[in-house]
């Protein structure tokens, strides 16, 4: 048995805030307090928080995108480089990190688990390969769907019970082929329109080949997932992302949802309001606002760092978008029958008005929404801005003073365009738990993460009261996993193999007869040859559904 | 006896990994194979031919004694190179790479000197492309740029591209233009609707112009008879309207740009064209990768190092840089003192003076088959090949992974049991 006494334990699922109390550990689950059974190791967390491992639920760390990305990338990676030691691999890379570095960077930090975001089911082997080489993490991924042709094929079916009884089980096979954990939707039917170089889509803009809407795929799917009680929900990457002015696009889409458990991603990305002459400005309020009413939301932010990052996507015209935009070098694919792609390098200034409001506006989202379960902290690794700097941000929400003093670096227009500054609140202790660890917990449905409770994973992060709370932030004291201590004073002191999560949903497991055809023809690869074989699932583990 | 019938097969020739081959087998032995190419049946039907022979400097040995030998010569070396692992797993890779790491050595492989300089052109400029799939099913123009794929991968044509019938194309080859460039004409060329045959070394020039034609700048001094890469500027002009008149249009490139005049520069100059032509249409590159997994060895690299190719350890860290980390310049420079080569055979592929120097140094080769480098190698493992007598993941030219069958029962272990081997030796030495 493993003791931690003396900590300030935040576990805001147990509505534990702050209070010293001693965390036990046995098996890799937290267990009763007993007196009886000698600890084996006792930490003392004396003058530390205690926390849940933290939770990652939107990062692009693993598959075909971040590989190529890394490849494509050597000035990201050389002056960011570590030594390999006794019990840990060699790495390079600051925002594409290789797969060790990945996971060592992670658990510095004080997180467990993480997410990656959007995997199509044609290449779900790469991403498995690699999360294989991501130690330090449970893990797991979202599939995409949202530009599907056989989905659209179905959504164009005129019987509607016959229609969500094939969606159910089109969802299912796609999901148990990748081994994927949750239905994610890219840009829906904007990624298809690309392929036809036809331009943007509205909700109601007809996508070619079967004249679906983006509404129709987003609705059905939404519903299917419900349907399917799947864990998390339907995690969302809206149409127009980085547009100005496409707060109402977002707005819409909330709106034609309404009722309807949906998680939206970076949701920086898509509040941007326009100005008289077309400018951005804020529309952070109208999003935290329609937030604030409909508890069935969730989202994460996507805040902008300052400095490089390397903007990855499914969302292959936007990112034609920023090639144009940056001139900057562009990587694309498009993925047959399922999406596309694309990554361009690129850097956030704060001298540039435009990344300035970018960066106020995802502050603003994460300040103004009032239920912290509803937003989650991330910058959408390594779109806005890399994982490693979830410190900084930290410091940004608990501190206000700091904020208002880095509002005054920023381009002097950009107050003009945003209210930031005019905003008081700042964190508690339990809030920052609550977005970076709790809050992704529940919304990924993953109940033995993100507390503390009896019979959870004993993933703990242990701080040092710092008054800097980047400081406090950037180096765990211990990070635990499994009940194991990996990493001690900022030092990875072992190496672990994560879990990979995945779902078993009650839909059809094989492909729908009538679909095979379409896919015999329309694939490059053998039917046989396509779902992830269990060869790459090292440490499996089926949440339920329901 | 009874016969074997295994479907949807990955073959392990080329990077088109064509996976739906059916192979019989009979009392262990491989009999019969069909939706294969000639190579592919070659490949297939030879594998179970002349085993490399396990040998210690020359003498027949035990494993244990290979593994022994091959971990000394290692651990004393000062940089050892581990080269090849083209043509195997990339669950091999991964040990390769940790080895290498252990050892403070320096890898590459075989694309240094093949599509390399494709890969170092997506570090300048990016590379827009799409899965094989998409050309199958969308593409209505296809370029065939210093390729010739009747010949290199030779179901590409059929299967996935140029007579391929997809979705959107339900006319096959008929419903597409196909244009061959190349300096010489070939089965492929004989194909194509237009076949421009340019001189030789000319092929950044000829990017240029096109791009300065597509975007309708004046071309100084030229007219439509001058000659652009010996073809008239005229033709040229009857390409460009062909491009701007596609709707999704791929350039499929070989080793004749990356391996002429101007290497990567020729690749920088196409990729900046296609670049630009997505203003008008889809229009996207892809390179013809040869080795079946010269690719998942890239992939492997880039995700353990962090870069493709030519990467030394020797700080404890990735380092790269290609033409000081990559095999033909090391071996020339003689920067390297002992060799591990795995699913390779530097004895037919490099410069004579790289497979001098090579014989001079302590070499180990781990190879199914005997090849010109297994008789002077100072250790011989022989091995399973991959998707063969052992399981494992290829990438496809697209990035797209496979994973391969098992189909027949080796007396050999596999490369990845050979390589844990080393590498538990050279730990063991290396932490005492």
């Given amino acids: 048995m493993l003791k931690i006494i003396n900590g300030q334990v935040y576990d805001p699922t147990n509505g534990v805030r702050g209070e010293v109390r001693d965390i036990f550990i046995e098996n890799g689950k937290i267990v009763k307090p007993s007196s009886l059974s000698q600890a084996d190791e006792i930490i003392d967390a004396s003058g530390c928080v205690v926390m849940p491992g933290g939770v990652e639920i939107h990062s692009h760390i693993a598959g075909p995108k971040v590989n190529s990305a890394r490849s494509m990338c050597p000035e990201d990676h050389y002056d960011h480089f570590k030594g390999s030691t006794s019990v840990s691999r060699s790495g390079t890379g600051y925002t594409v990190p290789t797969t060790y570095l990945t996971g060592y960077l992670y658990s510095q930090l004080g997180y467990t688990t993480a997410f990656e975001a959007a995997v199509p089911v044609l290449e779900a082997r790469h991403a498995h390969e690699e999360l294989n080489d991501t130690p330090m993490l449970d893990s797991g991924m979202y599939t995409l769907m949202g530009n599907n042709y056989m989905i659209m094929k179905i959504l164009n079916e005129k019987d509607d019970i016959g229609r969500r009884e094939r969606l159910r089980d089109m969802i299912t096979w796609l999901l148990t082929s990748s081994r994927g954990y949750s239905v994610k939707v890219v840009n829906p039917g904007g990624v298809e329109s690309w392929k036809w170089n036809q331009g943007g889509v509205d909700l109601d803009t007809p996508v070619p080949p079967f004249g679906i809407t983006p509404r129709k795929i987003l609705l059905e799917l939404v519903k299917g997932v419900e349907g399917l009680k799947l864990p998390h929900s339907l995690h969302l990457h809206a149409n127009h992302l980085g547009e100005v002015g496409n707060y109402k696009t977002t707005l819409e889409t909330m709106h034609t949802l309404e009722g309807l458990r949906t998680h939206f991603t970076h949701m920086q990305f898509h509040s941007y309001g326009i100005t008289k002459n077309n400018g951005i400005k804020s529309a952070a309020r109208e999003i935290a606002d329609c937030l604030n009413e409909h508890p069935e939301f969730t989202c994460d932010a996507g805040q902008i760092v300052f400095g490089p990052v390397t903007t990855m996507t499914a969302d292959s015209p936007m990112q034609f978008r920023l090639h144009q935009m940056t001139g900057n070098k562009w990587i694309n694919t498009d993925v047959e029958m399922e999406t596309g792609s694309g990554i361009v390098p690129m850097r956030y200034s704060p001298s540039v008005l435009f990344n300035a409001v970018q960066w106020c506006i995802g502050l603003e989202l994460l300040l103004l929404v009032k239920n912290p379960w509803q937003i989650v902290l991330t910058t959408d690794n390594p779109n806005a801005g890399p994982f490693i700097a979830y410190p900084s941000i930290i410091k940004l929400l608990m501190d206000k003073d700091y904020r208002k003093a880095m509002i005054e670096q920023l381009h002097p227009k950009a107050v003009r365009y945003t209210n930031l500054k005019d905003i008081e609140r700042e964190y508690t202790m339990e809030e920052i738990a609550i977005i970076t660890r709790s809050a992704p917990a529940k919304i990924l449905g993953l109940s033995q993460k993100g507390n503390l409770k009896i019979g959870a994973d004993a993933d703990v992060a242990i701080y040092k009261l710092q008054k800097d709370k980047e400081k406090m932030f950037a180096q765990a004291k211990y990070v635990l996993k499994d009940g194991r201590v990996v990493l001690k004073d900022g030092q990875i002191v072992k190496s672990i193999l994560g879990r990979r999560f995945v779902v078993e949903p009650d839909g059809c497991k094989t492909l729908l007869p009538d679909m095979v055809e379409d896919f015999n023809n329309y694939y490059s690869v053998q039917l046989s040859n396509f779902a992830v074989q269990d060869d790459y699932l090292l440490r499996s583990e089926v949440i339920s559904c329901g | ?432």
Wanted: glycine fraction near 8%; aromatic fraction near 8%.
């Fill in chain 2, 1 to 432: 006896m009874a016969i074997t019938e295994h479907k949807d097969v990955v073959c392990t020739f080329c990077g088109s990994l064509c996976d739906d081959l059916v192979v019989e087998v009979e009392d262990n032995k491989i009999t019969k194979i069909k939706n294969v190419c000639k190579i592919g049946r070659n490949r297939l039907m030879h594998s179970q031919l002349d085993y490399a022979p396990l040998k210690v400097n020359g003498q027949e040995a035990s494993l244990n004694d290979a593994y022994d030998e091959a971990a000394r010569i290692l651990t004393e070396a000062k940089a050892p190179l581990i080269y090849g692992l083209s043509s195997t797993t990339c669950e091999a890779n991964r040990e390769a790479i940790e080895l290498t790491e252990i050892l403070k050595g320096l890898i590459d492989n075989p694309s240094s000197y093949c599509h390399g300089p494709g890969v170092l052109a997506r570090q300048f400029v990016g590379m827009p492309s799409c899965t094989l799939g998409e050309i199958k099913n969308r593409s209505d123009l296809i370029i065939v740029w210093g390729a010739n794929p009747m010949e290199s991968h030779m179901r590409h044509f059929s299967k996935y591209s140029v007579m391929a019938k997809g979705m959107y194309t339900p006319e096959g080859r008929k419903g597409r233009k196909v244009v061959v460039i190349d300096v010489r004409p070939t089965p492929s060329s004989k194909t194509a609707d237009m076949f421009i045959q340019v001189t030789p070394g000319h092929d950044f020039e000829i990017a240029s112009v096109l791009r300065a034609m597509l975007k309708g700048l004046r071309l100084e001094g030229l007219d439509d008879d001058s000659l652009v890469g010996g073809v008239p500027l005229s033709r040229w002009k009857e390409f460009i309207e062909l491009i701007k008149a596609s709707h999704y249009g791929v350039v499929m490139f070989g080793i004749g740009l990356t391996q002429s005049k101007g290497k990567d520069l020729n690749i920088e100059q196409i990729i900046t064209l296609v670049d630009e032509i997505n203003k008008f249409t889809r229009f996207y590159i892809m390179p013809m990768r040869g080795h079946a997994n010269v690719n998942g060895c890239n992939q492997v690299l880039s995700w353990q190092a962090g870069y493709p190719l030519a990467v030394s350890y020797n700080k404890g860290y990735p380092r790269f840089n290609p033409g000081e980390f990559s095999v033909v310049d090391m071996l020339n420079r003689k920067d390297v003192d002992a060799a591990l080569i795995i699913a390779t055979d530097p004895g037919a592929h490099l410069p004579k003076s790289a497979v001098d120097y090579l014989k001079s140094i302590p070499t180990i080769v781990v190879e199914p088959t005997r090849n010109l480098s297994t008789p002077w190698a100072n250790v011989v493992i022989p091995v399973a090949p991959a998707g063969v007598g052992v399981e494992g993941t290829y990438y496809r030219m697209d990035n797209v992974p496979l994973r391969l069958k098992k189909l027949v029962d080796f007396p050999y272990p596999s490369d990845v049991e050979v390589l844990r081997a080393i590498k538990e030796r050279v730990s063991h030495v290396k932490n005492n």
